[in-house]
C-alpha cells in the first residue's frame, strides 16, 4: 500500500479496533466506523448481501434492483448489485437514501481492515476507498497495539505472498487476504512458529483460522 498525501484520519487503538472486529467477524457484535462524509464503500462497485433479518432495508429498496444471492453469499440471501458506475442504487447525491434501515452488511463494513492489513482495497475502481484506507491512521497506546499491527500485516504478507506454501486455497482477493489476516494474525506473534519452514507457517495459519472460525477464540 502506497503512502498517502490526504490529511491523516484517526482510526482509534489499534488492539481495541482488532479485538472489535474479531468479533464482527463472529457475529458477536458490529463495527462502529467514523466514516464522516466518506462513501467509499458506496461508490466502489460492490454488491450489497440482504439477509433475511434485512427486511426493513428489502422493504425499501426497489425490486429492479434486487436479484438472487451473488456467489459467496448465503443460500437465500439477495444481492443489490452495483449500477454500472460502481455506485450503490441506493446512494443520491453523495447521501444514502436508507441509511436509518440499511442492511447489516454496511453496518459491518470497516475499511480500515485494508489499513490494517497494509492493502489497497483493490485497483482503479476502488479509487475512492483507497484513498481513505491511505488516511487511516491507528494509534498505539500500548506496545501490543504495535505488536499485534505488525502481526496483522505479516500474516497478510505472507497470504498474499506465499500461497504456494498452503496446502489448500487461500483467498487471493484484498478482502479475503485481510479477514484471513485478522483470524490468524496470532501466528505471528510467537517467533517459535515464524522461524520455520514456511510450509509450517502456512499450516499453522489454516489451523488458526479454523480455531478463529470454530469460536474458540472470541478475544
Not at 105 to 112: A, H, I, N, S
Not at 138 to 145: C, H, K, N, S
Request: with cysteine; charged share 25%; net charge neutral.
Amino acid at each position: 500500500m502506497t503512502q498517502s498525501s490526504s490529511p491523516a484520519v484517526a482510526a482509534g487503538p489499534f488492539s481495541s479496533w482488532l479485538l472489535k472486529m474479531r468479533r464482527s467477524l463472529l457475529g458477536s457484535e458490529g463495527m462502529d466506523v467514523p466514516c464522516g462524509d466518506c462513501v467509499g464503500c458506496c461508490v466502489s462497485g460492490y454488491s450489497l448481501q440482504l439477509r433475511p433479518e434485512d427486511y426493513k432495508a428489502a422493504a425499501r429498496i426497489p425490486t429492479t434492483f434486487v436479484v438472487n444471492a451473488a456467489p459467496g453469499f448465503a443460500k437465500g440471501n439477495l444481492t443489490v448489485a452495483a449500477l454500472p458506475d460502481g455506485l450503490c442504487p441506493m446512494l443520491e447525491d453523495r447521501k444514502c437514501t436508507i441509511y436509518s434501515d440499511r442492511p447489516q452488511t454496511c453496518l459491518d463494513y470497516d475499511c480500515r481492515i485494508f489499513a490494517a492489513a497494509g492493502i489497497d482495497a483493490g485497483g482503479d475502481d476502488k479509487v475512492v476507498i483507497n484513498t481513505r484506507v491511505r488516511a487511516w491512521e491507528f494509534a498505539y497506546p500500548e506496545l501490543l497495539d504495535r505488536q499485534e499491527h505488525d502481526a496483522v500485516r505479516a500474516a497478510a504478507a505472507f497470504i498474499r505472498d506465499r500461497r504456494d506454501s498452503f496446502s489448500v486455497r487461500v483467498p487471493a482477493g484484498p478482502m479475503g487476504i485481510a479477514v484471513f489476516a485478522i483470524k490468524s494474525y496470532r501466528v505471528f506473534l510467537d517467533s517459535s512458529v515464524t522461524s520455520k519452514s514456511d510450509a509450517e507457517i502456512a499450516r499453522a495459519i489454516l489451523e488458526a483460522a479454523r480455531s478463529f472460525d470454530s469460536g474458540a477464540a472470541l478475544s
